[in-house]
């Protein structure tokens, strides 16, 4: 039979390219994306956000070389100055940049940074040859205090700037020495700054100005707040005014404070009030305590104070009708309650009571977040919190049982209370309660899984899973310590706000104690043991001491004597977690317990305690893994410690045929 000979197929030619030039399939020469026209080309470098990566794009092919340079928008981060001033050189005029954004590395030596601040002022003159639309320039903020006088840089002129963004750290930034920047319209300005009204004075067409002064003068201070109000009065909008320490050079204390005086600090603050800009940020650290009145802020949306031991004793009269956001740290406001009721449109309020008040009350209609610290020496005496909006409540207490709680919050997601003891009661009449905190936590039993366990609800999936955590600290009760009173824990639970917690948290001292009783008596209150799906138990060293401290004869904590055969039921505890294990046999009793109170147990994960033993390591294992084998649909691990590679776990299950 003859084979007749296969007939090559003839391939049609590629198609020309619309623009022009070589064919997109070209077999031949460039490859598909190099023969797309240039516009195309650039296109692709702009999604690569970064000019140094965009020119390493020329090792592609002879079309990519010098594409980079016609970039709208440079972007270099994280590169040496002469670097970015050859780049720029490379950009022919005139150019079409849009957006050219320069941050410079962290500096590690003195030397280093100074060498980046004197280059810093060739790099901004050759930004201005580019003259980009939009300038981001930011200098690294670093603690290391640099030789010799302060680096002085000048603003050049950019005559297309619209937007310019100017972070010079340490350097003294000084206005244009001639000429104007014609059409600027938002400003931002950070660092050592000189003269600011002169800097106002060159951009005839500047709306919004956004500045922060870092180590200014109150002299200085004072001109540039004179020069903003004059310009707001005119029509400027001033954004933002943040302050970070206003220094007296010649008044310098040994630790590195400075004390500008309580008349200084009250005519400053008159001045930023009168300015009100719509974000007010005042950062300062002092030697004495200041007790001053606190002034309006009209048009302020938000002010956050960081001030060292200031209080501010007398409100104003009126309100604050635009503020949104009030952070105080440091300072106190002995009457916050008046305060709220002034700040009709408060949603944010961050705050410490003053050492001086008992009593803790809000009454808001527009709070929608709320942290308050009452957590100094004074003992809060009562809480009275009345929020309909609140979402999100973070609240440190130090208190004693008589604390009166009344809280109506009914649309709170997040919950962060914190109730510290001052006289430590008694918890079961051997132990003492140093506090109790109940913490709401995004639950992660759900992130990867989806929400598959939860209602299919509409809207479900809009909210994140959340679980409530109910954490105690609990150490034995000192025998010196007088005043201690027996604690009904079941009542005090109850101003948590809170009690279908799903998680219990225990950092435990025991020292001694038996530890099956106290958790039979702990679990087995109805609040715990009807809703506890994850229980975690921290053993601090002390238990460790357990073998040569033993507690009194007739002590409490071996109470019920036959607490080793009472049983509980913890329908719904899936995972426990242990730390701090020293394999006593206290310890080893109440794992066993646990296995036989939580039917639908599923994990067990134990960490065993530092600098234990070898020969203990090895009795742990062999305790826990016998008391596995009666439990086999639980998988138990251990581990050394915390960063210990683990040790032993439950013996793969083979499938039943």
């Known amino acids: 039979m003859e084979v007749q000979p296969r007939r090559r197929l003839k391939r049609s030619p590629p198609p020309p390219s619309p623009h022009g030039g070589r064919p997109v399939c070209d077999p031949d020469g460039d490859d598909h994306i190099s023969a797309l026209p240039q516009d195309m080309l650039i296109q692709i470098l702009v999604r690569l956000r970064c000019a140094r990566a965009a020119a390493r794009t020329g090792v592609l092919s002879r079309r990519w070389r010098g594409l ?13 100055t002469g670097k970015i001033i050859a780049a720029l050189d490379r950009v022919g005029l005139p150019a079409a940049v849009s957006l050219l954004d320069i941050r410079f590395p962290f500096f590690w030596s003195r030397e280093w940074g100074k060498a980046e601040d004197s280059s810093a002022k060739s790099l901004l003159r050759a930004a201005a040859r580019v003259s980009p639309e939009e300038l981001v320039f930011i200098l690294p903020w670093s603690s290391a205090v640099k030789p010799g006088r302060p680096v002085e840089i000048a603003m050049p002129c950019f005559r297309r700037a619209t937007s310019i963004e100017l972070d010079t750290c340490h350097l003294r930034l000084k206005p244009p020495p001639a000429g104007e920047l014609p059409v600027l319209e938002r400003l931002s300005l950070s660092g050592n700054i000189v003269d600011l009204g002169t800097m106002i004075s060159r951009c005839p067409r500047l709306r919004v100005l956004s500045v922060t002064f870092r180590d200014a003068d109150p002299d200085s201070l004072e001109a540039a707040l004179a020069s903003l109000e004059a310009a707001a009065a005119l029509g400027l909008v001033v954004s933002l005014l943040r302050i970070n320490h206003i220094t007296i050079r010649s008044m310098r204390h040994s630790m590195g404070m400075y004390n500008i005086g309580v008349a200084r600090f009250v005519s400053l603050l008159g001045a930023m009030a009168r300015l009100s ?9 002092y030697q004495e305590c200041y007790n001053v009145d606190l002034p309006r802020f009209d048009r302020t949306t938000s002010i956050e104070m960081n001030l060292y031991a200031v209080c501010f004793t007398v409100l104003p009269a ?8 009030l952070s105080l740290e440091g300072c106190t406001i002995p009457d916050l309650c008046t305060l709220v009721t002034r700040c009709p449109r408060l949603r944010i309020l961050r705050a410490a009571i003053d050492n001086h008040t008992d009593n803790l009350t809000v009454h808001s209609t527009s709070l929608q977040e709320l942290y308050l610290d009452a957590h100094k020496d004074t003992e809060c005496q009562g809480i009275d919190i009345v929020t309909p909006l609140l979402k999100q409540l973070n609240l440190k207490v130090k208190a004693d049982m008589d604390l009166s709680v009344s809280i109506a919050t009914p649309m709170v997601e997040k919950v962060s209370l914190r109730l510290s003891y ?4 008694l918890l079961f009449g051997f ?11 995004e639950c992660d039993k759900y992130k990867d899984g989806g929400l598959s366990n939860i209602n299919d609800q509409e809207g479900a999936s809009l909210q994140p899973p959340r679980i409530h955590v109910l954490v105690l600290n609990i150490f034995p009760y000192n025998i010196f310590h007088s005043g201690a009173a027996l604690l009904n824990f079941a009542d005090e639970m109850k101003k948590l706000l809170i009690t279908n917690f799903s998680a219990l948290e225990l950092h435990l001292s025991t020292k001694g104690h038996v530890l099956g009783a106290l958790m039979l008596r702990l679990l087995g209150m109805h609040q715990i043991r009807t809703a506890v799906q994850r229980l975690k138990v921290i053993l601090s060293e002390w238990c460790r001491i357990s073998q040569t401290s033993k507690c009194l004869e007739k002590c409490l904590c071996n109470e019920p004597k036959n607490w080793r055969s009472q049983s509980i039921s913890l329908t719904h505890l899936e995972e426990v977690k242990i730390e701090g294990f020293s394999g006593g046999s206290s310890e080893i009793d109440f794992i066993t317990m646990v296995f036989r109170w939580a039917p639908m147990l599923k994990t067990m994960t134990i960490r065993l305690a530092y600098d234990i033993k070898q020969s ?12 596995c084998l009666m439990y086999p649909s639980v998988d138990c691990f251990i581990y050394p410690n915390y960063y210990g590679e683990l040790v032993w776990r439950t013996p793969i299950k083979l499938p039943f045929f």
Do not use: H, Y
């Open 277 to 285: 800009p719509q974000e007010l940020v005042l950062t300062q650290g």
């Open 422 to 425: 001052t006289k430590f009661p």
């Open 616 to 627: 203990v390591i090895e009795a742990c294992v062999m305790n826990i893994s016998n008391i």
């Open 318 to 325: 009126g309100e604050f009708p635009a503020l949104e956001k």
């Open 431 to 441: 132990l003492s309660l140093e506090s109790m905190r109940l913490e709401t936590i």
């Open 68 to 80: 980079w340079a016609g970039l709208p928008d440079l972007i270099f981060r994280d590169l040496p």
